[in-house]
């Protein structure tokens, strides 16, 4: 950043490049444009950014983000009770949710285990996982973790200690995406989608 | 924005939306980075964001950004006096100072002249330029507002309220980047880097 900016620019900017996928010259950028905004716009959104943490509170059941405690996926009467999906964090409920294709609760873990940078299953919400089938009521547990090697390490890793508790423990399809083209789609996913074939 | 999420959650998300070249999507990721981080990082980002249009600054006799006022542009005594370089932001003076091949004063318009967006002369810091150039001094002015159709449109109208002041009003070059190939560029490029073209 140009020493010839004052001394608040450029501490904003270096700010700004510490958000994921934000570089110096985005962060200057949007710096430039909240300098040029009206006062109350910068104040506004620097208000709700610096808020953040503390109003959004976390649901004490599934560990998802929620606006009470226990959150609205946990209380829904309209939900079946003896499913949990297990997803790493609260985005991946929005595609689920929209697939319209899953009516069970959620668990969030809080991320993957990754021991590469230091997470480690005591580090996620796995505890709080195994006491709520260890609770009863639970048939089946759906691993939703991504399918990176974090992700696929994590429902291992799981699916290890859900053994032996006389429940369904279940991973989503591996597969080719809807509207994909054979020939530009990587052999592994290819491998994965032939092995998981099903009769028409 | 899904409605499974959060009040606040949404609300930062509708805020940063509305940041250049930041979509809904981006805007989640933001968020969701923002949720999982320290407070203090949130806070801290947030309370400069909310400040920023207070703790700049601007020269009041360039209407550059700065620390103090004038800034120390227009009060570096190596600078030549009688030069005045005219650009449409602040940011358009890095790259010149950086090219190290101007060493006179700057005059920041404040944007460029749009009647479709209804920025008029008037808008932008004009009067200023042409109080800076009645006050004496000046031998030369350089107009080096953007090559697009905005800043030619307001270098000729500059160029015309400047003209009979008995000073030189210059226009920065057009023509070919460098490093780029002929093969690839424009003709409207090709054409006045022809009609720019110099002895050697």
Redesign the interface.
Known sequence: M?A??????R??VA??S?????GEK?A????????A?P?D?????????????????RCSKCFN???EDPCS?CTDPARRDDLICVVE???D??PI??SGEFKGRYHVLGGAISPIDGVMPDDLHVRELLGRVDGGGVTEVVLATNLTAEGEATASYLAGVLKGKGIRVSRIAYGLPMGSDLEYADEITVGRAMKGRREL
């Open positions: 140009s010839v900016y004052p001394k608040p620019l501490r904003l700010l700004l510490r958000l994921p996928g934000i985005t200057t950028r949007l710096s430039m444009f909240l300098l905004t006062p716009f910068a104040r506004e959104l620097g208000n709700a950014i610096a808020r953040i943490p503390e109003s959004v509170i983000i929620a606006d996926l964090g609260p985005t409920i929005v949710e929209k």
